[in-house]
């Protein structure tokens, strides 16, 4: 990791549960977010990392993927399987696209790779906290599909859709705006993330996974396609 910066703080204190396995890495990020004004829990294996995290005490969770104990990729898991939402962000030597995606789509809300700087951690963890401190409504509807943020369920009519959560996050975007186009890069920096720099296509293939199953198996069509634009949801019908 990059030096430590003196003035580059939230603006209000935060809890921040940090799991990583490397004392070195860990002690100069818990001494950088102390000297930020922040309350830093250091724990250095998978067990105690997600024993810790499921308290609920923390505003965020900075979490290494190699772990000993418990594999990040296996804590994140159980925490969203466990109806615990606090924002992730994932911290690996690993670059790989697919360690990505494997991280996104158990419900990771950003990825950072080693070696990083402090000054990029600290953007991350506060666009994180931003996007968690969003008022959202109760449920989310247009026409018979019905999303529930909070306890992060789907429905059309009685029957439940099961997404994962990059697909809910996209959906989720689709239907706050509802009626009005929205592009795919709108859509990769509220769901990817602002620092996305991937192919712009990995919008297609989720709205491709969205309709095999909000629309498909009820004969509706409630994504439009403006070619060239983007997409745009719409009450079938």
Do not use: C
Request: glycine share 10%; net charge negative.
């Amino acid at each position: 990791m990059h030096g430590v910066p003196k003035a580059a703080g939230y603006g209000l204190p935060v809890r921040v549960l940090l799991v990583e396995d490397e004392v070195p890495l860990a002690e100069m990020v818990k001494r950088g977010l102390v000297a930020e004004g922040h309350s830093v829990q250091v724990v250095h294996d998978g067990t105690s990392g997600l024993a810790a995290a499921s308290t609920g005490d923390h505003d965020v969770v900075v979490l290494d993927i190699m772990l000993p104990g418990l594999s990040g990729y296996r804590v994140l898991q159980r925490l969203r399987a466990a109806d615990i939402w606090t924002p992730v962000l994932m911290l690996t030597a690993k670059d790989g696209e697919y360690d990505e995606a494997d991280a996104f789509d158990l419900g990771a809300d950003d990825y950072l790779v080693k070696p990083f700087s402090f000054v990029v951690l600290l953007a991350r963890l506060r666009a994180l906290l931003r996007r968690a401190g969003e008022q959202r409504p109760t449920v989310v509807t247009v026409g018979d599909l019905r999303l529930d943020p909070a306890r992060h369920r789907v429905f059309r009519g009685d029957a439940e859709i099961t997404l994962t959560p990059r697909e809910f996050g996209v959906l989720e975007h689709l239907m706050r705006r509802a009626g009005e186009v929205v592009t795919k890069t709108d859509i990769l920096r509220a769901v990817w993330d602002a620092h996305y720099e991937g192919e712009v296509n990995v919008v297609e293939v989720y709205v491709g996974y969205l309709r095999r199953k909000i629309d498909a198996p009820f004969g509706t069509n409630s994504i439009e396609t403006l070619r060239g634009v983007g997409y745009r949801m719409v009450e079938p019908g």
